[in-house]
């Protein structure tokens, strides 16, 4: 076996003098004398090109150029010649009368022109008289026609944490790769933008990576060829990232792996050139790098907020990138930012923003006029704003978890991944007339797009997710955890009735998202509820005689709140005032009930309902609430919320809120476990994976460790009467890069 990596050169610019003409190597066009604009060359002719420039004047053959640019694929001799015919084309090279390639009967070929590299400087002065537009080169195929299939993996990884838990562990899985076709375009089914849209046929894809460890966030360069993305270490200690095509085959590392750093969220830049990316440490540290598409040192652009910065997207002019998060520790609303390159300095954008809103994922459109973005998070819709600043206007009416999104090329739709029954989904929305498309990919989220090509690129998750349960003895050392109920599916949000005989959970067990129950320690009393599909997001909340309980179900327009009895199967809807409730719990008064539901357009507050009424009469409300835990025993509630981290506390007639406890993240409300022995915090830090921490942590009650190993945990649940933790965590995780040609719309 050939190495390839021993003979496809690293470039040391971003141009080639190659002869008389020049290779613009991130655009992949080669400037020849005497014609008016450059000719873009497929990406396997470049690196055949590349091949030949690291063995300038010696002889290559064909064997040699199939194995190192086509590794792992059983490619015809065709696609070497094709690939020779473009740079010919390239170099306006005669065949018979060769200046730059020459064939050698049986041999190989030999490249005869002198190269040399350019820096920026020389290269303004060699192509100055070189217009931006770019011819194609002859549409060749760019891939081997035959790819190999690569069996599943498994890992785990403390970075990815509970994000990736989202995306992942309530889907079900990918069975088998499809093959690809790069020629053909997939008409979609529509539905208007506020309905769930349809189902297709199964989609045109395959997934490209298949390396240890988890591949996310990619990014498709501008002309579709090419996809960025960070590569996780089996640990997930370190990310670094990698740059491949559009086809299943080794990639090149873009940036180096270093333990405790970690390379993520690349963006193409527009002309392709360079990436950006987000560099972060195991300390405090963050910063915004930039480094040349064709690899060299990354230089820093500005800092960021570790943990609050999430994603970017260059506007189209090259100057100044889009973020969402926020450019300072003190800032508490996250909002659209604007990073101008020149300065490295950060600025809001200048729109109308309610500060209790959440704006994430903003995107530039490709024509520059438009920046789309996510509203919210567990009720979230996609919103646009001019570029410019201004009034933003709403485009769906999902109320649904989002994961990711990107313009097509034209500008006049945006792909996106949204949460629906049980999975996430890639769907299309057509802007001007509102309608979704379902793209027919399941479990797939992060979408990146080409400015200039409908080449898609898309994360596919994976995960097994299982029940346990850890004694709490007051002594000894903890053992290791027990499974419940174990099955190949997911198992997910794990609530203990008070009475320590019962316990609920959602699965996938049956292929298909519902609420389970039985009595602990007997298998064969598992039964699934049936009447309603849970909303994968809590655990449902017992009541305090342990014979019904709440949980968040879905309808075809949106979420409703359910009471379930258990021990007969009845399924009933609760009539609750406020749209879209995500959380319910019970109050001593057994005609109260808080609900956290939506206020505004995805904006989540708190409500107290008397339910003695018809309709439910609301008696109070605090705004700006993520998840409430009832503490019946010390008569409050004790909650998170988004604006403001930390554990927060309100009386039973959410009265006199005040801060708690400062260590939770805004989204740190599924780690609160409430006894009667007061409230708890389920923690992880550098030594524990599961640390038991008292509120307030005092030296009389100290913290205890769990589990050692960390953990991507969704949810706690406590045994009061057997003294058992329970929650759900991640047995295998794997993530890798799906790619597709976009389908197109249809015509109407």
Not at 502 to 527: I, K, M, N, T, Y
């Amino acid at each position: 076996m050939l190495n390839q990596h021993h003979n496809l050169i690293v470039p040391l610019s971003d141009w080639l003098k190659i002869g008389e003409c020049v290779l613009d190597i991130p655009r992949r066009e080669v400037a020849a004398p005497g014609r008016a604009v450059p000719l873009r060359i497929t990406l396997k002719a470049q690196q055949v090109l590349m091949v030949l420039v690291s063995h300038q004047g010696k002889v290559v053959s064909r064997e040699a150029l199939i194995e190192w640019v086509w590794p792992d694929t059983l490619p015809t001799d065709d696609v070497l010649t094709q690939a020779i015919t473009q740079l010919r084309k390239a170099f306006c090279d005669d065949r018979d009368a060769p200046r730059y390639l020459e064939t050698i009967a049986k041999g190989g070929y030999r490249l005869l022109a002198p190269v040399s590299w350019l820096d920026s400087e020389t290269d303004n002065a060699v192509v100055a008289d070189v217009a931006p537009p770019v011819q194609d080169a002859a549409a060749m195929p760019d891939m081997a026609t035959v790819v190999r299939l690569h069996g599943p993996r498994s890992s785990s990884r403390k970075y990815l944490g509970i994000g990736l838990v989202a995306v992942a562990a309530v889907a079900a899985g990918i069975g088998v790769l499809v093959a690809q076709r790069p020629g053909d375009a997939i008409p979609v089914r529509e539905q208007a933008a506020g309905a769930p849209p349809l189902a297709t046929a199964p989609p045109d894809y395959q997934r490209i990576t298949s390396l240890p460890g988890s591949e996310m966030w990619p990014s498709v360069s501008p002309d579709g060829g090419q996809v960025v993305y960070s590569a996780f270490s089996e640990d997930g200690e370190t990310a670094s990232l990698m740059v491949q095509t559009t086809a299943p085959v080794p990639p090149r590392s873009l940036t180096q792996s270093v333990k405790g750093k970690r390379d993520v969220m690349p963006v193409w830049s527009p002309d392709g050139r360079a990436i950006v990316f987000t560099r972060s440490g195991d300390e405090e540290d963050c910063a915004i790098m930039l480094v040349p598409s064709s690899g060299g040192e990354p230089r820093m652009l500005g800092a960021c907020v570790r943990d609050r910065m999430m994603s970017y997207s260059w506007h189209p002019d090259g100057r100044h990138l889009v973020a969402d998060g926020v450019s300072s520790p003190q800032q508490k609303s996250s909002s659209i930012q604007v990073l101008e390159l020149a300065t490295g300095i950060w600025r809001p954008l200048a729109y109308e923003k309610d500060e209790r809103h959440i704006d994430m994922a903003p995107m530039y459109s490709p024509d520059g006029r438009w920046i789309a973005f996510q509203r919210n998070i567990s009720l979230s819709d996609l919103w646009r704003v001019p570029a410019s600043g201004g009034r933003p206007e709403r485009l769906t009416k999902l109320k649904t978890n989002i994961y990711g999104l990107a313009w097509t090329p034209d500008s006049k739709a945006i792909v996106f991944s949204a949460y629906r029954d049980g999975s996430s989904s890639l769907l299309r929305l057509d802007i001007a007339s509102r309608r979704l498309s379902d793209l027919g990919v399941a479990d797939a989220a992060f979408p990146s797009i080409g400015s200039n090509s409908p080449s898609l690129a898309f994360v596919l998750g994976k995960s097994r997710t299982l029940l346990y349960s850890l004694p709490l003895d007051a002594s000894g050392p903890v053992p290791e955890p027990d499974t419940v109920f174990p099955s190949t599916g997911q198992d997910l949000l794990p609530a203990v009735a008070p009475d320590g005989r019962q316990v609920a959970f959602v699965s996938d067990r049956s292929a298909r998202l519902g609420l389970w129950w039985a009595e602990l320690g007997r298998p064969e009393s598992l039964r699934w509820i049936e009447g309603f599909i849970p909303v994968a997001r809590y655990a449902p909340v017992w009541s305090s005689d342990s014979t019904n309980l709440l949980m968040i179900g879905r309808t075809d327009s949106n979420t409703v709140l359910y009471e379930v009895t258990p021990a007969t199967a009845r399924v009933r809807r609760l009539p609750v005032p406020a749209g879209d409730p995500i959380h319910a719990e019970y109050l001593p008064d057994p005609t109260r009930l808080v609900v956290v539901a939506d206020q505004d357009a995805g904006r989540l507050g708190l409500i107290l309902y008397d339910r003695s009424v018809e309709p439910w009469r609301s008696l109070a409300s605090i705004d700006d609430v993520v998840l409430a835990r009832v503490d019946a025993a010390r008569q409050r509630i004790v909650f998170t919320r988004q604006m403001r981290p930390g554990l927060w506390q309100a009386d039973l007639d959410l009265r006199q809120p005040k801060l708690i406890d400062s260590r939770l993240g805004p989204w740190g409300g599924r780690r609160v476990v409430v006894t009667r022995e007061g409230v708890r915090l389920v923690l992880t830090d550098e030594t524990c994976g599961l640390r038991w921490t008292p509120v307030p942590q005092t030296d009389a009650r100290p913290a205890r460790c769990l589990h050692a190993e960390p953990l991507a945990v969704a949810a706690f649940s406590y045994d009061e009467i057997h003294r058992r933790l329970y929650y759900s965590a991640v047995k295998e995780e794997s993530s890798d890069i799906g790619w597709m040609r976009l389908p197109a719309a249809r015509n109407r």
